[in-house]
């Protein structure tokens, strides 16, 4: 089955840097990349997401690159800032069948 | 932060015991989700159900059991064969086309032993 792996598991930042997150997966047939944010306490929120067709998304601050070649997908965030301070799973999803979630990462984005 | 609601936020179980977690959404969903969560792990995916009156087993369903009669709810039972039941559960509900789909979450009941 399809496994996704998460580095780094912790990842601390200065506010004003830049944050880049990295998964990988097992399974060529994943064609589905979300990313989800949780705050602490809070409940998983979907923060972007891309699908295979794409190489690469943008929403603002945020942005997501999948090589498709080498199964790898990253989150980038610009410019942090201290409510970016989250923990944050990348999942694949393969032909509509499953989804699985990587470990999460805990950002801390320092004032 | 409407759409989703789990109750209740904490939950206590004793031994032997079996425990109901709710979970209720009114944002005319058909797929329904449960997932665990552990320290230091992603979620992992105990039962879902695309449409009413069907489910399926997720990775780690044993010592779990749940029901969908109706499309707004999707109840989680911990029997007393789940001897690890700690955790932080959590609920999500996606539109029809399951996995491909954003999934929104609840915001989680913690299950702990006494």
């Known amino acids: 089955g399809e496994n996704v792996e998460q580095h780094p598991s912790t990842l601390s930042v200065q506010e004003g840097d830049s944050a880049v997150i990295k998964c990988t997966y097992s399974?060529?047939?994943?064609?589905?990349f979300p990313w989800y944010k949780q705050e602490l306490g809070k409940r998983p929120q979907l923060i972007i997401d891309?699908?295979?067709?794409?190489g690469e998304k943008k929403d603002q601050r945020i942005a997501v690159t999948l090589n498709k070649t080498a199964k790898h997908f990253s989150l980038h965030i610009t410019e942090t800032q201290p409510e970016d301070s989250a923990v944050y799973f990348c999942?694949?999803?393969?032909?509509?069948?499953?989804?699985?979630f990587g470990a999460g990462t805990r950002l801390t984005v320092k004032p | 932060d409407g759409g989703i609601t789990q109750s209740p936020k904490y939950l206590f179980r004793k031994e032997g015991q079996n425990v109901t977690l709710s979970c209720e959404q009114n944002?005319?969903?058909?797929?329904m989700y449960w997932y665990r969560q552990d320290p230091g792990q992603g979620l992992r995916l105990i039962y879902y159900?695309?449409?009413?009156?069907?489910?399926q087993k997720g990775d780690i369903a044993e010592g779990y059991s749940v029901s969908r009669e109706k499309k707004e709810s999707f109840p989680l039972t911990v029997t007393s064969a789940q001897k690890n039941p700690t955790a932080f559960y959590l609920c999500?509900?996606?539109?029809?086309?399951?996995?491909?789909?954003?999934?929104?979450f609840g915001d989680g009941t913690r299950l702990s032993i006494l």
């Open positions: 944002l005319n969903h058909d797929a």
């Open positions: 891309i699908r295979s067709n794409v």
């Open positions: 159900s695309q449409i009413v009156n069907d489910f």
């Open positions: 999942a694949a999803s393969i032909n509509n069948n499953d989804m699985r």
């Open positions: 999500a509900s996606s539109t029809t086309g399951g996995w491909e789909k954003p999934q929104h």
């Open positions: 399974d060529s047939a994943s064609n589905y």
